[in-house]
């Protein structure tokens, strides 16, 4: 069963404007973490942010902002007044249980591109 | 934040032929450490778990024999590719957690891009 589901394979969007990237998770388990990657076409995976599965507030950190619907099993990307460099893939990913041990599951990406 | 690294970062080798790939943690321990494999347009796919001196854990459909992962200490993790064929071309990205810590973050070395002619 897919665990982590990104619905949209490529979105566009004008310079400046924010976009939201989608992202729905399967678990059962109360303690997990979700991320959000950045890679660009050099292949490296940035750390964009993390939201545990226990923490009451949205995480954000400086542009992106994480929508976090535990009832609904969501926990969208926000990324707010988009640049040009923010062209890339964006994977969203979940650690379950919550240990530095346990391994991070992917899900599909979604291709963003930023017109100018 | 921690860095990984892997080494090397590009390598075309012939058919038939083995290869390794070396991660390392520079800054931290990594008592567990990720092997991912990754095709053209598509996501990370998770091969194995690497558990510092003790069997990786393979995820399945992966092929044990194959993908050789030794982890013998707490900041070198290697992944040998034996008998290579040009389907084992892919993007392959290590990942380290910190041990022993309350880090949730898992650091990615910038991966090896393997060619297999």
């Known amino acids: 069963a897919q665990k982590i589901t990104q619905t949209q394979p490529g979105m566009f969007v004008q310079e400046k404007e924010a976009v939201t990237l989608d992202c729905t998770y399967d678990?059962?388990?109360?303690?997990?973490?979700l991320f959000w990657y950045k890679q660009p076409s050099s292949g490296e995976m940035i750390f964009l942010i993390y939201?545990?599965?226990?923490?009451?507030q949205n995480a954000t950190e400086g542009r992106y902002s994480l929508n976090f619907q535990k009832a609904r099993k969501s926990a969208n990307l926000v990324i707010s007044a988009s640049q040009l460099g923010d062209s890339a893939m964006y994977f969203c990913?979940?650690?379950?249980?919550?240990?530095?041990?346990?391994?991070?599951?992917f899900g599909s990406g979604t291709r963003l591109s930023i017109r100018p | 934040g921690a860095v990984v690294s892997q080494h090397p970062s590009r390598v075309i080798c012939k058919s038939g032929t083995s290869v390794k790939i070396e991660c390392r943690s520079l800054?931290?321990?990594?008592?567990?450490m990720f092997w991912y494999r990754q095709f053209p347009k598509q996501s990370l796919m998770l091969m194995a778990t690497?558990?510092?001196?003790?069997?990786?854990?393979?995820e399945q459909g992966v092929e044990k024999d194959k993908f050789l992962i030794n982890h013998a200490s707490l900041t070198l993790s290697t992944l040998t590719v034996t008998s290579a064929h040009p389907e084992d071309s892919s993007f392959y990205i290590c990942?380290?957690?910190?041990?022993?810590?309350?880090?949730?973050?898992?650091?990615f070395g910038p991966g090896t891009r393997l060619t297999v002619t």
């Open positions: 800054d931290f321990q990594a008592t567990t």
């Open positions: 939201q545990g599965s226990y923490d009451e």
């Open positions: 990942s380290a957690s910190n041990a022993g810590t309350e880090d949730y973050e898992q650091y």
């Open positions: 690497s558990n510092e001196g003790s069997k990786a854990t393979y």
């Open positions: 990913a979940m650690r379950e249980p919550y240990s530095s041990a346990s391994k991070i599951i």
């Open positions: 678990t059962s388990d109360q303690s997990y973490g």
